[in-house]
């Protein structure tokens, strides 16, 4: 009895030292040399994220850590995704970000001025997406921002949001657009807008760039913007627009013969070339010209867009 008794004291002390140690095991500082990033994957438990914690030399006791995760209710609301760890986290620590899911939001800029199909390749080249891009990306339909994405979320996903924040702030747009504006659609005011884009070579230009594209369209003038033939020979374009490509009957996109808009947006536009193609100034130009510093000039009569031609090219 005696010894019994003696046995279980020993057992009872025991557990105290371990329960002391385990204590101070997963609130002290870590292993971890020096600061880590970890992708958990999705659909694995806790020893299978123990063991990655381990090998990645954040965690030198898992079998402490898979205890305080089970005793605290956490180890079944551990999420995947991708993490920073600090060097010497704490397990505590470690514990804490993997069942608030505090992971890491990368982010993917879109720049303006881009085709569907360079938008497609810069989502093939950004790091941490998967998936093949499915979803269909007609021109222009996506707005170029700086979008939020997590480790392992599809291309499409991301394509998906671009297209529904274009069509969000268009429609945004289309509410303060001024009436009597020679455009049949919202589509057509992002083609307009793709093309002040690549024409325009500052902000401030836009909304006068814009002002004569429609004044030529209500005085029925072809807009004659040289991005659109351009758009309409790639992928073979090599740099520079020969006469012929001006006289070119073939190419669809080219504003130089077609009495209209091009049929597709050229380029994906941004929120300041879709608000001046929305709320274009109140000019009587006709005719701009570059004056080789990002900036244009702007004519009423031809003459005048000659003399401008003559000076600044």
């Known amino acids: 009895m005696k010894l019994s008794l003696f046995g279980f004291s020993v057992f009872i002390a025991a557990t105290m030292l371990f329960a002391c140690w385990g204590l101070n095991t997963h609130f002290s500082s870590g292993p971890l040399k020096s600061n880590v990033t970890v992708v958990i994957p999705s659909g ?24 305080a995760a089970k005793l605290l209710g956490k180890s079944k609301n551990l999420r995947a995704g991708e993490y920073f760890f600090e060097a010497h986290s704490s397990p505590n620590a470690v514990l804490e970000k993997l069942s608030s ?20 390749r810069k989502l093939y ?6 998936g093949k891009v499915s979803v269909k990306v007609p021109e222009g339909t996506v707005l170029p921002e700086t979008y939020n994405y997590e480790f392992g979320d599809t291309r499409n996903s991301i394509l998906l949001r671009m297209q529904k924040e274009m069509i969000l702030f268009i429609e945004n747009e289309s509410e303060k657009r001024r009436i009597n504006l020679p455009l049949k659609s919202k589509e057509d005011v992002i083609t307009l807008a793709s093309i002040i884009e690549k024409e325009a070579g500052n902000e401030i230009d836009k909304p006068l760039i814009s002002s004569v594209f429609y004044n030529r369209l209500r005085n029925g003038m072809r807009l004659q913007a040289d991005p659109t033939i351009i758009y309409g020979l790639l992928p073979e374009f090599n740099g520079d627009i020969k006469k012929a490509d001006i006289y ?32 274009p100034s109140e000019t009587n130009f006709l005719f701009f010209v570059s004056k080789g510093d990002g900036s244009h000039y702007f004519s009423v009569t031809y003459n005048e867009h000659l003399s401008a031609i003559s000076e600044y090219q």
């Open 44 to 67: 694995i438990g806790l020893s299978h994220i123990t063991s990655i914690l381990a090998q990645r030399g954040i965690l030198n006791e898992p079998f402490v850590f898979k205890v």
């Open 125 to 130: 080249q950004t790091e941490g997406l998967i």
């Open 248 to 279: 070119d009957q073939t190419n669809p996109y080219n504003t130089y013969v077609i009495d209209d808009l091009p049929p597709t947006p050229i380029a994906i536009p941004s929120k300041t070339s879709l608000i001046a193609a929305s709320q």
């Open 101 to 120: 899911g505090n992971i890491i939001r990368r982010q993917l800029t879109i720049p303006e001025g881009l085709t569907s199909l360079e938008v497609i």
